[in-house]
């Protein structure tokens, strides 16, 4: 079969990158005690259900089902909902320490704010028993890009003040019945690329813009709401700390924080202008969300480029807002260069992009972009050390995405190359003094993706949508990743084995369906 010479080329190329990248000499126990090993999904990506025992939809519910992402939807995505059970035993074979989901806030509360809906409730108290019974800790995102449509609908959702409010009394439902068992609370995930991708450039729910800067907008105002999304972000989010640490922490004795996405950047040229947009676009983009949690406030350098459109924070927001974090959660996949952009602050009406004026340079790796840079990972922890006081980190997604390649998915070579060689990175990063505490790949299934739905994944399980039962099957990275769980030294050698054993696997099993 033609499947059998192109793993023979498969694995040439991984035995040249593993020389390469030289990072195959390893074991989880050269992480230090307690250093939490995971994988993560969230609510809409992996649940279904949707309409399913008084669940409301979502802006991303909308947005998927008016045909932005490839034309699918996470109606069913993986049936997480009805399947959770089977899904826990995977994590358990895969020696998994800790799963990251996320709650389906219109689940929980149809319409925003009032009623709990009790059928949402059994599911998460299913979900999160039977991950304790396992031995498995639960890390919970309480906010995922799915706000409920009743609040958009309502007052605009994230433009609006009132979603502070909501936000914290829908969290408090989250604490008083989940925190018992609940130990890792993340309110928002990635505040600064849901800002960007949903009201800038209008690629993400719900699909906020205004022209020219993104495509075929009809609602949203590229050069002011952006700001305003994050600057309610971090305001509910720190008003959501302030709850937990009045009336649960004492007594839950967990953690609350917030994710941060953070791309690699280096200059593309050793020119003065492309290493001072390099630190611009370090400041705009991880920092207007970690320097108001460090500090107080934003950089000073997106106080002066964005002006009376960027919001100010009160003094008692300031208040409310630096340290109302335990912990940062880092989502990292890739490295780009950047070039100076200093021209773009000529034009009177601007983005985000504009703003930070700096360009991100996308290289095209013909095979997988993200094996380019791994230490690109290592740098961003250096900088979250170095600027923001090393604060505790939690990697909370790493992975590689690739376009779906059908049956042969499951030989993800790539992903396994990818992966160990960001997880040498990082432990170059935690030897060095990263306060680095976990580790979590993305994605633990192919779940439903944000931009490109079933079109691309990212999954060490493979889900078969042909199967009515959508049925789950390892790929090689999850034979890695259970290897390495396992204190398996992971070398090429034995990635070769892992192959052999996988493709035996994909040919038997898989014909058999
Ligand atoms: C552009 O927007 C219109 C109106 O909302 C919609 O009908 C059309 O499908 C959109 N096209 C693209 C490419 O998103
Ligand atoms: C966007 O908001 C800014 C600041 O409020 C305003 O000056 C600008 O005219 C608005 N642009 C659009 C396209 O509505
Ligand atoms: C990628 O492909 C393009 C043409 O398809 C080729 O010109 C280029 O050299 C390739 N780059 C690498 C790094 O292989
Ligand atoms: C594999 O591909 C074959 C032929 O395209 C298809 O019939 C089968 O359903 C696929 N199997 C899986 C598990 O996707
Ligand atoms: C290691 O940490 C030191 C002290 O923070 C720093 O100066 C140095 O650049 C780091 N090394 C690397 C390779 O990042
Ligand atoms: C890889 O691991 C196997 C099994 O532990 C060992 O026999 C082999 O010598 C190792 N190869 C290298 C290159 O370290």
Not at 35 to 40: E, K, L, N, R
Not at 62 to 84: E, P, Q
Not at 370 to 379: F, N
Not at 408 to 435: F, H, K, M, P, W
Request: net charge negative; hydrophobic share 35%.
């Amino acid at each position: 079969m033609v499947r059998v010479s192109h793993s023979f080329l498969l694995l040439s190329l991984l035995s040249l990158a593993v020389e390469v990248l030289g990072t195959d000499k390893y074991t989880r126990d050269d992480f230090p005690p307690g250093f939490v090993f995971g994988s993560g999904t969230s609510a809409y990506q992996v649940e279904g259900a949707a309409n399913e025992d008084g669940r409301t939809p979502s802006i991303w519910d909308t947005y998927a089902h008016a045909g932005y992402a490839n034309g699918d939807t996470g109606d069913v995505a993986c049936d997480g909902y009805h399947k959770y059970k089977e899904d826990v035993q995977l994590m358990v074979d895969t020696g998994l320490d800790a799963y990251r989901f996320s709650i389906s806030w219109s689940r929980l509360i149809p319409n925003g704010r009032g009623p709990v809906n009790p059928k949402g409730l059994q599911y998460y108290n299913n979900l999160i028993d039977e991950l304790i019974g396992q031995g498995i800790q639960p890390h919970v995102t309480l906010q995922n890009y799915d706000l409920p449509q009743a609040l958009e609908d309502e007052y605009g959702g994230w433009l609006n003040r009132k979603i502070v409010k909501d936000f914290t009394a829908y969290a408090d439902v989250c604490f008083r019945e989940f925190g018992d068992r609940v130990s890792y609370w993340t309110t928002v995930n990635e505040p600064n690329v849901f800002a960007i991708g949903g009201y800038d450039l209008g690629i993400a729910p719900p699909k906020y813009c205004s022209p020219p800067f993104g495509l075929n907008c009809s609602r949203g105002n590229s050069s002011s709401e952006p700001y305003i999304a994050v600057h309610y972000l971090l305001l509910a989010h720190a008003s959501t700390a302030r709850l937990y640490r009045k009336r649960y922490q004492g007594k839950q004795h967990g953690f609350i924080g917030v994710s941060v996405y953070a791309y690699g950047f280096v200059p593309l040229t050793n020119s003065m202008e492309d290493v001072s947009a390099t630190q611009r676009a370090q400041d705009f983009i991880i920092g207007c969300v970690a320097h108001p949690l460090v500090f107080g406030d934003y950089p000073s350098i997106m106080k002066k480029n964005v002006g009376s459109r960027l919001p100010a924070f009160t003094d008692h927001e300031s208040e409310l807002v630096k340290g109302s974090t335990d912990f940062l959660a880092v989502i990292h996949y890739i490295t780009f260069s950047i070039k100076d952009n200093s021209g773009s602050l000529e034009f009177k009406q601007r983005d985000f992009n504009m703003d930070m004026a700096a360009k991100i340079i996308i290289e095209r790796d013909n095979s997988s972009e993200g094996l380019l840079k791994p230490w690109g990972l290592q740098g961003v922890l250096e900088y979250f050390k170095q600027v923001y006081g090393n604060p505790p980190i939690y990697i909370y997604e790493n992975g590689l995405g690739q376009r779906n390649p059908g049956n042969s998915s499951l030989e993800d070579t790539s992903r396994v190359e990818y992966l160990q060689a960001y997880i040498g990175s990082l432990l170059n990063a935690v030897r060095n003094g990263s306060n680095a505490r976990g580790y979590f790949q993305w994605s633990f299934l192919d779940v439903f993706e944000l931009l490109d739905g079933y079109g691309s994944n990212y999954g060490m399980y493979y889900v078969d949508h042909h199967d009515p039962d959508l049925k789950r099957y390892p790929k090689l990275s999850a034979h890695w990743y259970s290897h390495f769980l396992k204190g398996g030294s992971i070398n090429s050698t034995q990635v070769m084995k892992l192959e052999k054993i996988t493709s035996v696997t994909s040919v038997s099993t898989l014909n058999s369906v």
